[in-house]
């Protein structure tokens, strides 16, 4: 924005969108203005019906994991050890998704009620809630898709983006994000420990007592209680809930894996340079929630299993709005992206996880000059380039 | 209830295991009121004894410790999804396990006009354990003398209750003023208690009904020896509007002083609301006051060296959000209003219109 305040007879294009949809900076000014609006307008309507729709969310969570780890009890009978996992898996989903991940956004904290207060909830995963809180709320929600800020880029284990230097590391993409998937939670729970920039020595060991400790008492609790209490109450069938507990954890790890994965990662997101958002406009910074999200298209029980992330540029726009509203916001956000020709970048979960599957596959190889791996995509357009030539002369 | 001791312990010990949630998430989907970790009430009774007040019988859950005679607690109620802290003075006595409170409706008062449209028997509302040093002392004093006003009377008669079923032989008297007898709360069974008990000595004023009580106008010190002729050496306890306790500390003010005890807490739509960049800013927990400079909360924080937890700066991680305790508040985005004791704010994009007090 400076440059078209310094030279105001010949206005360039804001900074922030030259590599990506050029708006000008009175057109970002004004659909940041909008969107405002639309918050604005939300903000204002919250009101009982969130607070039901949340708290029966809660009884449906809490009912189905009584159930679940009533019949895994039983679990050695295998009908009941089936409809248990089921149950506690479902419950698992909806604690971390549709109740954890949105409370914990503050999309509550309007409500006074400490049971929906933001700072005070902890959720039924290996992360603590307050290390969560801090590398979601806002390391990644403030920080979207900015390369090198952005620590949600690849968790510090996958390559998920070209600006991210290539190593031999990343040749095991396959294999770390499939790792990744089944272990999410864990992932999750070493998230804020910055490994990656542990190891480069950016960051000291010594400094982060605190969150390992953290980190150690959290899961200590989730294995006490999923892999010791429960299975003991079974006395001798205790291997049936044990393995009921593991088999739960891991379904939801898988699916909170892929639904995250599709929030931000598919074909056609768009990632951002440190430089080029320093000094962000609001309108901006919505720009940037807006390219840097990808929305997944399905009925009212996908949404809410997904947590509402279906709506994940709605939720990148309007981080504490409860995540309910989202759908009917998109209908808003879908206009104005069309009026401003910006993408509004929405599929099917199997085709925005295929898309994330090859770029996950994609990326474990060093780009050379040209676009795809292993340089074909820039010997391809030589001989294209060669081709023309020869057919011109 | 010997049930409900004995399985304590057990419980707590079984939080360990029931997972982030504890028991209480659980419980609570069965019954609110079995909660452990949080104070709640359930509505029994709902009456209303005059046009604009209403008196509601509450009882509380197991945690709830009891209330002394003069003391108030916090009662939470939820209008419309969101949850509105207020203070009341039980009347209830000591001792007794369910809680009285009697609540006059403002016209403006949100809460209280909830309550007394609203209000019905089965309703749970969140509530604080007993606060303020409004106390009778131990050992009771010679005699007492009780002012109030309106719906301070309310813990007046809680101690009056509390003194007659102890089966005090002092003297007690107590100066009412109200507007008129269509008004005056407990008026029916204060003309009983006096009736019956000599000790006791009941003197009304109805401010806009010259003539209808046994005194005539606002408070006066003239008032006074007529309650008790000795009144210098009775412990005094007045509650009610700012302008009698006002009347009742001048007539006070030459070194009597430590026999008075004075209350008064006022619905927060008559809070004054403040200006930008006024009165003094409170970080309650770390003891430290500021003029309030008009930036936002959490610049007002870091520049008195607290460091208070924050992200974004913007308003949208909700990592600085902590507890206003009471005062006005400004959000700067939405540039809402507010005055309501007990909300989360965010700190980033908020600002004290007047003096506002914080938790952290």
């Given at each position: 924005m400076t440059t078209a305040t310094a030279h105001p007879t010949a206005p360039e294009p804001p900074r922030v969108s030259a590599s990506h949809i050029p708006l000008t900076a009175e057109q970002l000014q004004r659909f940041g203005e909008e969107m405002d609006a639309i918050r604005q307008r939300v903000l204002a309507e919250r009101g009982q019906s969130d607070v039901d729709y949340i708290r029966a969310v809660i009884r449906a969570q809490r009912g189905l994991e009584a159930a679940g780890r009533g019949l895994l009890w039983a679990g050695v009978f295998p009908p009941a050890w089936l409809a248990g996992t089921a149950a506690l898996s479902l419950s698992k989903i909806l604690d971390n998704m549709e109740i954890g991940h949105n409370v914990m956004h503050g999309q509550y904290e309007w409500t006074n009620d400490p049971k929906l207060s933001g700072k005070r909830f902890e959720w039924d995963t290996a992360c603590p809630a307050d290390q969560w809180r801090h590398s979601h709320n806002y390391v990644h929600h403030t920080h979207t898709n900015i390369v090198g800020k952005d620590r949600d880029i690849g968790y510090g284990i996958l390559r998920m983006s070209k600006d991210q230097p290539w190593s031999p590391y990343y040749l095991g993409n396959p294999l770390w994000a499939t790792l990744l998937a089944?272990?999410?939670?864990?992932?999750?729970?070493?998230?804020?420990?910055?490994?990656?920039?542990?190891?480069?020595?950016?960051?000291?060991?010594?400094?982060?007592?605190?969150?390992?400790?953290?980190?150690?008492?959290?899961?200590?609790?989730?294995?006490?209680?999923?892999?010791?209490?429960?299975?003991?109450?079974?006395?001798?069938?205790?291997?049936?809930?044990l393995a009921g507990n593991a088999a739960a954890n891991i379904v939801r790890n898988v699916w909170a894996f892929t639904i995250i994965f599709c929030g931000h990662f598919p074909e056609g997101t768009h990632e951002f340079s440190e430089e080029e958002t320093e000094e962000e406009t609001r309108g901006e910074w919505y720009y940037r929630q807006l390219l840097g999200s990808a929305n997944l298209s399905g009925g009212p029980l996908f949404h809410i299993l997904a947590g509402n992330l279906g709506f994940q540029i709605e939720h990148h726009l309007f981080p504490d709005l409860p995540a309910r509203r989202y759908a009917e916001i998109s209908v808003e956000v879908q206009e104005a992206c069309e009026r401003y020709g910006l993408p509004y970048n929405v599929g099917p979960l199997h085709r925005q996880f295929g898309s994330v599957v090859r770029k996950i596959c994609r990326l474990a190889l060093p780009e050379t000059e040209g676009r795809g791996p292993l340089g074909l995509g820039a010997a391809s357009r030589r001989l294209g380039g060669l081709a023309k030539r020869a057919f011109l002369r | 209830m010997a049930l409900k001791l004995a399985l304590r312990p057990r419980l707590h010990a079984?939080?360990?295991?029931?997972?982030?949630?504890?028991?209480?998430?659980?419980?609570?989907?069965?019954?609110?009121?079995?909660?452990?970790?949080?104070?709640?009430?359930?509505?029994?009774?709902?009456?209303?004894?005059?046009?604009?007040?209403?008196?509601?019988?509450?009882?509380?859950?197991?945690v709830w410790q009891g209330c002394r005679a003069g003391q108030f607690v916090r009662v939470a109620v939820e209008i419309d999804g969101v949850r509105h802290e207020r203070c009341y003075s039980p009347a209830s006595r000591e001792g007794r396990r369910e809680i009285e409170i009697t609540v006059k409706r403002h016209s403006e008062g949100l809460v209280s006009g909830f309550l007394f449209e609203r209000a019905r028997a089965g309703m749970v509302f969140g509530l604080s354990q007993a606060e303020g040093d409004f106390l009778l002392p131990r050992p009771r004093p010679e005699s007492v003398l009780l002012i109030g006003g309106g719906s301070g009377l309310t813990p007046l008669v809680a101690i009056l209750r509390t003194l007659l079923a102890e089966g005090y032989d002092g003297r007690i008297a107590l100066l009412h003023y109200a507007p008129d007898p269509e008004r005056a709360i407990y008026r029916e069974e204060l003309a009983r208690l006096a009736a019956e008990r000599p000790g006791f000595t009941l003197l009304r004023s109805y401010t806009r009904v010259p003539g209808a009580g046994e005194l005539d106008g606002h408070f006066s010190p003239a008032h006074l020896p007529e309650a008790d002729p000795c009144f210098a050496k009775a412990e005094t306890f007045a509650c009610g509007?700012?302008?009698?306790?006002?009347?009742?500390?001048?007539?006070?003010?030459?070194?009597?002083?430590?026999?008075?005890?004075?209350e008064s807490f006022l619905p927060p739509s008559f809070a004054s609301v403040g200006e930008d960049g006024e009165g003094a800013v409170r970080f309650a927990e770390s003891g430290i006051e500021v003029e309030n400079s008009g930036a936002s909360l959490l610049e007002q924080a870091e520049a008195a060296g607290l460091r208070p937890a924050y992200g974004c700066r913007m308003g949208i991680c909700h990592t600085c959000t902590c507890r206003k305790l009471s005062g006005t508040h400004k959000n700067l985005i939405t540039g809402e209003v507010s005055s309501a004791p007990g909300e989360e704010i965010q700190l980033c994009v908020s600002t004290a219109l007047g003096d506002l007090e914080v938790e952290i």
């Open positions: 089944l272990f999410f939670e864990y992932g999750v729970a070493l998230h804020d420990l910055e490994v990656e920039r542990l190891a480069t020595g950016e960051i000291d060991r010594s400094e982060q007592r605190e969150l390992r400790e953290g980190i150690r008492r959290k899961v200590g609790r989730q294995a006490l209680k999923d892999y010791v209490f429960f299975p003991a109450l079974s006395g001798p069938f205790f291997v049936f809930p | 079984l939080d360990t295991f029931a997972g982030p949630h504890g028991i209480d998430g659980y419980l609570e989907q069965i019954d609110p009121l079995l909660v452990r970790g949080e104070c709640r009430a359930e509505v029994l009774d709902v009456e209303r004894p005059t046009t604009e007040s209403v008196t509601l019988t509450l009882r509380p859950n197991g509007p700012p302008s009698l306790l006002d009347a009742v500390r001048g007539a006070w003010a030459n070194g009597l002083e430590r026999r008075l005890h004075v």
